[in-house]
Each structure stands twice: as structure tokens, then as C-alpha cells.
């Protein structure tokens, strides 16, 4: 028994995915588009879908274009960027209502793949540049975007350990873009790099719902033309650790953040997978691990600490708010936790709790459209096709010793800690 | 049991009232790999002052407490309940609101074990001085992680200027002072008031058999010896119209300010399908104004005055209610300005056309199925609109049935310049 069917259809110029389910009220449809991860391109493709999505040729105004997608019963419509390993994803994102659920019974789903297909291949353009000041404002509003990660610290403190972990990577970018260089991009600059990536980005068109296979290749077919393309396919560069690096930062805040990055040296693609996801589970990222019940239970120092992986990249990140002057107890403690991890002092309990809930958090995370397509995304990015059901198998029998063998490539790379103006010389 | 049946929408809910009192949904999901199921009591930050069970004089607690009272009945004596869900493959979580406390977990797997854990860790409470204490350090950095949020002090801000008197304005999680004065008995009096199955209601969607789940809780509920409680007495104090402050500015550690305009609720006696249109008719009549596919919201974008954090709600209770409009701005002053102008001149109905109306409704019809794709929204929802008489399920048939009319009226009785507050979040200098 099979727990999601995907079919995947090559097409030229792109794939094309399908899962047939009876579960949704709704029809959703996912376009990705994956480039290299490079300094120079990422402001574009921060900027990119965002014009695209504020009107079209035949819907030239924000307006008019939300107007028509209210007519559709509310299908909402939505871009998204974002970086895996040492690519940058550009995703939109169209979720229509199933007429079969309304008392009206105007076909939806391809009016949708026509607005989509409209907003990404007929868009609102003259003279091989975009709409002047639709370009003016996204440009205003997404140096307002790079700029409130700076607001929110636990954002914030996040995204400075990786900058500073990972300089001179090009994972050292933010996938938002960079500030300094959203000026100097113009109408025709960005419409040209928008060519560009159509030929040469891949990409992959998912759609979910209960729909017939047939009829959907029928819509791909007949309104998606693309030229044909070789994706560059690249793996994670891994960077051995010299020496731990340590930054304190100071502002004005009240609770003082922990970051801390260690390079795992294994990612999404490799067999110890599994083993380094199920170290990940037992030492914090559930409310049974090790780094919740030492640093939150038994020490009061936090509300939050916790762990997770960045799969395609080989990280694992920890994170924690605690008070200013407690940052040398919980670094302890957390050290004192990753060593427990390394010399395999966990019990059979915590490893089968862990299993349990790994299974559980994918199981429940394709139970929701989108979180069945970040799923089934992992194979395009890390190049592998593993179905669900051999994921959870390989999960499942993964051993006490697999993952202390991963333990053991894991290095402490950055303790990053943003306090309070104490102290502040 | 009792079956209902809602034909457009493809779904079956089952009900039953227990022998105790607690109210029982069940809404089979077929299809879907998740159970999801929460136990809610109609207890939340609001509920500072009340009569003890029996008792003839009041109480009035610390702000905070219900919010801490939810963490505390995670631990028991032989250890912590998130190490029994995940035992069992699920994952538990809680939280708490202005009136509710919820406590809940999603799985996979063994459904019914979790669905035990749930009942009978909700329904018996260990509370001892030194897990009372230990918990003060952990909630003193939620506290903390909530006053470095500057959207959190902007939402909160907007609140405080509205109410004079009502514990609405109280921060749910309370203050590192306030909740240093939090005993294990006061615990146990707000648990021995609040958490009676007739003031609960536990909600269940998913792939589950209805008629052994129901079962399975009917006995379980008949296992344990509740005494019948009397009604429970809330106290409030009287709340003036307006709103308690026009204006005020926070200087934070932010790059970007943020502008949150606020509208006092009028009538907050409401309950029932009349609750249910007033606050479906308000939500319109901000779409209408406010959504993207409005000329205001182009306007404003346009002029660089907001940007994607741009939202707007309305949420009514009994006894409180509030519109909230706002985001991130480069121009305070400006975007307060127009907001206030916007909604002003809207009390007289401008832009509101029957087109415009019916578009709205259809996009509303259209959220409202995308949003039943989500148990977390179905069960949470269905708990809140039942707290207050309402059906959930109503939503579509009173959406079609809105007028005009409706959202003029609700234009006209809810905007007034004395209810309109303005709450500025902006960078120190």
C-alpha cells in the first residue's frame, strides 16, 4: 500500500507531478523554479515572483487581478522563495475551491491553470521590459521585506549565524535577497533575467486534488510551452572546521537569543540520512528531546530550545531565548547534550519515541496540499526518488549504532548569541 | 448520539451531551492520515474574577493565570505528558485565549491511547509548590520572548487603548510580576471553577470510528465521579463605549514602524446567529474596504504606505469585540490618516456595492472550503463559535444570505470617531 501515489510525467522543459486525492476540499496547484544559489542572481529571484504576481497581461492592475481571483471563489494565490542546500527555489503557489463543494458549477481548475500560466508566461510587459511601477513599488516593498527580518530576533539571530557560518558560501545569502542590491535592477534588467530563467531553470508543476490524471496533462499540454533545458546539478559544498567561532552581538532586547550551528557533513541525498534525522529528533526537535527536557524542564533557563536540520545544506541548527546572563549555563548544557548524543547516551525509548513521532510529523505533513508537494520536492532537490513508503521503512529500521556513526561527523561550527546592552563596551 | 448532516459540504458531524455535561464532536475525515482532537474549557484570560464553586463572596486572581495554569497540568507526578504522547507516535500541544484553554494532539497512530491521555491528564490536575515555582523561570521567558516581538506589542498596544475595564487589555501570559504571585492553591481553585465537563467540550476530527470513540468517552467519563456544578458566576465591570485612549506611540528596537488602528466593538451582548452575521458582515465590510482586490488597498500600496504585512480582522466575543487594521509602514502619521479617513467615510456605505458585495461573498465561500481542509481550523473554530452558540457550519448558508443592507448596518452602528484608536510601534531615536 502505497501512502501518496505520485506520478511524474517528463515534459520539455519541465516535469510534471500529480497526486490524486479525495481528502481536499480544494485543488492546488505548485510551480517551482530551481536555480543555483549565487550572490549575484538571488535579489533578482527575490524580486521576480513577486512582479509576476502583482498583475499580467490580461489582468494589468493588482486589482483587476485579485478582482478575478475572488470571482474564482477566492482561489488564493501566493509566491514564495527560499534556499535548500546551494539552490534557490522560487515557488507559486494557486489553491482553488473544487466546484463539486459549490452550489455553482463553473469548471475552476482550468481557469486557475489559465491565470496561473498567465502570471508566469504573459506577464504585464512591453518592449522587453516589465511595467515601470509595478517595478517601483516591488522594489520599495521588498527592501521592506529584507529589512523587518531585523524586527523579529529570533528571525533575525537565525539568519546572522548562518551569515556568519557560512561566509563566503553562497549560502551566506538570505533567499529575501540583499538589501544593497535591489536598487540598481531596472524593468528590462529583471525582464531579462525573467527570460533567462525560464530557459534554464528547472522546474517542476505540481498539482494535488481530486482530479483526473488525464485531464491535467490535457491543461499541461495544451498551455505550457518551454524550451528543452540540462539543469546544473550540485551538491553541498562541505567545509571542514578549523576552530569554533564565536559572536556575541548586542542590542536593545530584553531576552537574549542562542543560535548555534554544526555542520553535519551528511545531507538529504546520503543513506545516513535517516540516522542524522533521528539524531536530530532525540537530541531537539520534540518536546520529549534532550535539549527541551535540560534546557527548558529540568533548568527553567527557557521557554524554547529546540533543534532542526537545514537537510540539503548538512546543518543542524539549535535555537533558544534565555536571560542575558545565563548564556554560559545553557551553551554548557547544550555541549554537555550534543556529547551525550556523540557517546550514544540515549535509551531505546527515546529512539522508538522519536521514530514514532517522525513518522507521525510526515504523515500529518501530507495530509495538507502543500506540505505533501515540500515533501515530495526533497527527491527534485537532493536528486534521488525515494517514495514515501520507503522513507518511513528506511526511518523505521534505522539502528542505535547508524546514529551514533553520524554523531560522529557532526562539528560545533558558530555559537552565535544576540544580548542586551550590558556589558557592551 | 445525534447525526448532522451538511449535504453541500460533503460532511457528517456526530454529538453527544454527556451524562456530566461535556459536549462531544466527532467529524470523520476519511482519506485524511491524521487524527486531531481537542479538549477545550471555556476559560481564558478574561476569567480574573468569579465566584469560587459554593462560595458566596469573589475571587480575583492574578493576570496570567490561566495561561499557567495550562502549562502546569502537563506535569504529573511520575513526569511530563509530552513524553507520553510521544510514547505514542502523537504530538500535544496546548494553548490559551482570551476564553478558552485548549489543550489537544494530533497522530497517526493509536488514536485512541492519545485520546485516553488527553481525557484523563486534562481531568486530573497535580500541582505542587516546587513545580508551581520551576515553572515561573519558563514562563518569565515566553514573557520575554513576547515583549521583544514588536508585532505582539502592537496587537497588545491597540487592545490596551481600547478598554478601560475590561481584563481583555490583560496580557494572556501575564507579567514576571504578576505571575510571581501564583500559588499551587490558586491553581486548583480556578481548576476546581473552570474544568467541570459542563463547561468543556472536546472535538475530534479524522479517520476515526464515531460510534467506538463515543463510546469509548461516555465510558470514560462514567468511570470518574464529577459532581454537578452550579453555574459558574463571572464578574465585569461595566465598560464605557469609547475607547479608553485615541493614540499611543512605543519606541522599539525596529527598523521599520508599524500603524495598527483598532475599533472598539459596539454591540457585545450578541450571541447566537445573530453574533454569527454581525461578525461575518464586519469581515465583509473590511474586505470590501481593505482586501487586494480593493481600490483603497491599491491606492495605499501604491503610495508605498504598506506593504505585505498589510492585514485587518474582526473578532467579537461576548462582552469584547474589536476591528484591528494595520502592518508595517514608512509613514505612521500617513497611513493612520487614511485608515481613519477610509473607515470614517465609510459609515455612510461608501464603496459598498452589490458587486463588489458578491464578490466578496464568493471569495469567503472560498476560504471557508480551503479552510476545511484543516482539522486545527474545524475543530478550533467549531469549539469558539460553540462557546458562543454558534455554528460553524452556518458560515456559507449566513454568508450567502448577507445584504446590503446587513453591511451597512454594521457599518453604520460600529464605526464612530470615539471608538477608532490608533497604536504606533516605531524605531528609538
Known sequence: ?425 | MEKILFEQLQEELFYEKMANGLDVYILPKQGFNKSYATFTTKYGSIDNHFNPPGKDSTVKVPDGIAHFLEHKLFEKEDGDVFQQFSKQGASANAFTSFTRTSYLFSSTSDFEKNLKTLIDFVQEPYFTEKTVEKEKGIIGQEIKMYEDNPDWRLYFGCIENMYYNHPVKIDIAGTVESIADITKDMLYQCYETFYHPSNMLIFIVGPVDTEETMTFIRQNQESKPFVDLPEIKRHFENEPEEVAEKKRILEMNVQSSKVMVGIKAAKTDLQGIELLKYELAANVLLDILFSKSSNHFDELYSEGLIDQTFSYDYTQEYGFGFAMIGGDTRQPDTLTDKLTAILLNSKSGEGVTEATLNRTKKKKIGSFLRALNSPEYIANQFTRYSFNEMNLFDVVTTLENLTLDDICSVADSLIKESRLTVFQVVPKK
Open chain 1, 1 to 425: 500500500m502505497s501512502i501518496a501515489s505520485e506520478i511524474i510525467r517528463p515534459k520539455q522543459g519541465y516535469k510534471l507531478h500529480f497526486v490524486q486525492t479525495a481528502k481536499y476540499k480544494t485543488n492546488t496547484l505548485v510551480w517551482k523554479m530551481k536555480a543555483p544559489l549565487e550572490k549575484e542572481t538571488v535579489t533578482l529571484r527575490a524580486l521576480l515572483p513577486h512582479v509576476l504576481q502583482s498583475n499580467s497581461r490580461q489582468f494589468p492592475t493588482t486589482t483587476e487581478l485579485r478582482s478575478y481571483l475572488d470571482e474564482l471563489y477566492g482561489a488564493s494565490l501566493y509566491v514564495d522563495v527560499a534556499k535548500k542546500g546551494e539552490y534557490h527555489i522560487m515557488t507559486f503557489t494557486m489553491e482553488i475551491a473544487n466546484e463539486k463543494f459549490l452550489s455553482d458549477p463553473a469548471p475552476l481548475l482550468e481557469k486557475g491553470f489559465d491565470l496561473l500560466t498567465g502570471i508566469l508566461f504573459e506577464p504585464n510587459a512591453s518592449g522587453n521590459a516589465f511595467h515601470q511601477s509595478t517595478i517601483e513599488k516591488e522594489k520599495r516593498t521588498l527592501k521592506q521585506r529584507i529589512q523587518s527580518v531585523y524586527d523579529d530576533k529570533m528571525r533575525y539571530s537565525a539568519s546572522r549565524l548562518i551569515e556568519e557560518m557560512c561566509k563566503g558560501e553562497p549560502y551566506e545569502a538570505e533567499a529575501t535577497g540583499i538589501s544593497e542590491m535591489v536598487e540598481e535592477i531596472t524593468a528590462s534588467s529583471l525582464y531579462e533575467y525573467y527570460q533567462k530563467a525560464l530557459n534554464e531553470d528547472e522546474i517542476d508543476f505540481y498539482v494535488i486534488g481530486d482530479i483526473d490524471a488525464t485531464e491535467v496533462e490535457r491543461l499541461a499540454d495544451n498551455k505550457l510551452k518551454l524550451a528543452d533545458r540540462t539543469p546544473l546539478k550540485l551538491s553541498a559544498t562541505q567545509i571542514k572546521v578549523e576552530k569554533v567561532n564565536d559572536i556575541i552581538e548586542h542590542q536593545d532586547v530584553k531576552q537574549g537569543k542562542l543560535n548555534i550551528g554544526y555542520r553535519t557533513h551528511i545531507t538529504y541525498a546520503d543513506k545516513e540520512y535517516f540516522a542524522l534525522q533521528l539524531f536530530n529528533g532525540i537530541f531537539g526537535g520534540f518536546a520529549h528531546s534532550k535539549l527541551f527536557i535540560n534546557v527548558r524542564e529540568k533548568a527553567s533557563l527557557a521557554y524554547y530550545a529546540s533543534s532542526r536540520l537545514e537537510s540539503h545544506k548538512g546543518l543542524l541548527l539549535v535555537m533558544s531565548g534565555i536571560e542575558n546572563e545565563n548564556y554560559e549555563q545553557a551553551v554548557s548544557i547544550i555541549k554537555e547534550q550534543m556529547q551525550a548524543m556523540k557517546n550514544g547516551d540515549f535509551t531505546d525509548q527515546e529512539l522508538s519515541q522519536t521514530k514514532a513521532v517522525v513518522r507521525n510529523q510526515v504523515l500529518e505533513t501530507i495530509d495538507v496540499a502543500r506540505g505533501l508537494v515540500e515533501i515530495l520536492y526533497h527527491n527534485v532537490v537532493a536528486g534521488t526518488s525515494i517514495s514515501l513508503d520507503e522513507w518511513l521503512e528506511k526511518t523505521e529500521t534505522t539502528t542505535k549504532e547508524e546514529i551514533i556513526k553520524a554523531g560522529e561527523r557532526i562539528e560545533m561550527d558558530t555559537i552565535y548569541f544576540l544580548t542586551g546592552m550590558e556589558g557592551e563596551k
